[in-house]
C-alpha cells in the first residue's frame, strides 16, 4: 500500500527525485534497498474492517488506514508526520511522530 502511494504521489507530481524519471524508477530502487514488502493479509483486512477512522479530523483516506492496520497486524511502528496518525494508538497503533 505504502508502494502504491508513493506511485500516486508521483503521477500527480507531489513526489520526485533525481534518480526517478518513471514510476517503474521507484519500485527499482525499492528492489535495490532489498527493502522488504509485506502483504496486505486476510489479518490486515479483519483489522481495517474494525479499525474506527479519525472522523475528527477528517482522516477518511483508506491508503492511510491500510497502512495504519498493516502496521499494527505486523507489530510495526509506523513514522509518519501527519498528527492524525495520534488517534489511532488508542488502537494499538505503536507511533513514531517525524517533524
Known amino acids: 500500500e505504502s508502494v502504491k502511494e508513493m506511485i500516486v504521489k508521483y503521477k500527480r507530481d507531489k ?21 522488504k ?7 490486515v483486512m479483519n483489522r481495517y474492517a474494525g479499525l ?3 472522523y475528527f479530523q477528517d482522516h477518511r483516506d483508506p491508503s492511510d488506514h491500510v497502512i495504519i492496520c498493516q502496521s499494527i497486524v505486523e507489530h ?19 507511533l513514531i511522530l517525524a517533524n
Open 15 to 35: 513526489l520526485s527525485s533525481p534518480q526517478w524519471k518513471t514510476a517503474y524508477d521507484i519500485i527499482d530502487t525499492i528492489l535495490a534497498a532489498d527493502i
Open 37 to 43: 514488502l509485506l502483504p496486505i493479509t486476510l489479518n
Open 52 to 54: 474506527y477512522p479519525n
Open 76 to 94: 510495526i511502528p509506523l513514522v509518519a508526520h501527519d498528527d492524525k496518525f495520534d488517534y489511532y494508538t488508542d488502537q494499538d497503533l505503536e
